[in-house]
């Protein structure tokens, strides 16, 4: 928009540039004595009137103009700012994910170093049922089950089943009904 108004702005400045070099032109003509008719002269007069309207006129809308390139440039100055300011605050918020990123990284190297070495000595027909549930599950093959409901799919399990999970044997794997996750027994189970 601002330069939209500045080349308006040009424009009316040639109008009026124009309009004077014509009303120089004229009264010069006038005081040269090269008019000498009367009504030739009482026309040419007319005609400056009309100029030095046409000057007044043009230099209003001039103003005009320049005061809406004036706000215009303010605004643009103002968006300006508050973009390098979004920008800056910007580059600072990809510096901080950045560094929460590289945080989570070394965390997930941490917990699969921890989750190698938990998983060591795991029969293999477990590990390999706890992988296709994990992948079927949304990463989550195995819950804890805790007052007497799985952490899963956090639903609770009837009086029968738990009576059925209470019986098994503590080497034996038991799932839930319900989402068919793996159930880990704890003291919290409520067993």
Do not use: W
Not at 2 to 22: F, I, K, S, T, Y
Not at 67 to 83: C, N, P
Not at 104 to 119: F, G, K, Y
Not at 126 to 137: D, I, P, S, V
């Amino acid at each position: 928009m601002a330069d939209d108004l500045g080349a308006e702005q040009r424009r009316v400045d040639a109008d009026v540039e124009q309009v004077r070099a014509r009303r120089v032109r004229d009264r010069d003509r006038m005081d040269s004595g090269a008019i000498t008719n009367p009504k030739d002269l009482e026309r040419m007069q007319h005609e400056l009137a009309s100029l030095e309207r046409r000057i007044t006129s043009l230099e209003d809308d001039e103003l005009e103009v320049m005061a809406r390139l004036e706000d215009a440039q303010k605004d643009l100055a103002a968006f300006t700012e508050q973009v390098a300011s979004a920008d800056q605050r910007l580059a600072a918020l990809a510096v901080a994910r950045d560094e929460k990123l590289a945080e989570i990284d070394t965390t997930l190297a941490q917990v699969a170093v921890e989750r190698a070495a938990a998983a060591e000595g795991l029969p293999e027909d477990l590990a390999a049922l706890y992988e296709k549930l994990r992948a079927q599950k949304a990463g989550i093959g195995a819950a804890a089950l805790h007052q007497r409901r799985c952490t899963g799919c956090q639903l609770s399990i009837d009086a029968s089943e738990l009576a059925r999970i209470k019986g098994a044997a503590t080497d034996e794997v038991v799932r839930c009904e319900e989402c068919s996750r793996i159930l880990v027994r704890t003291a919290e189970s409520g067993l």
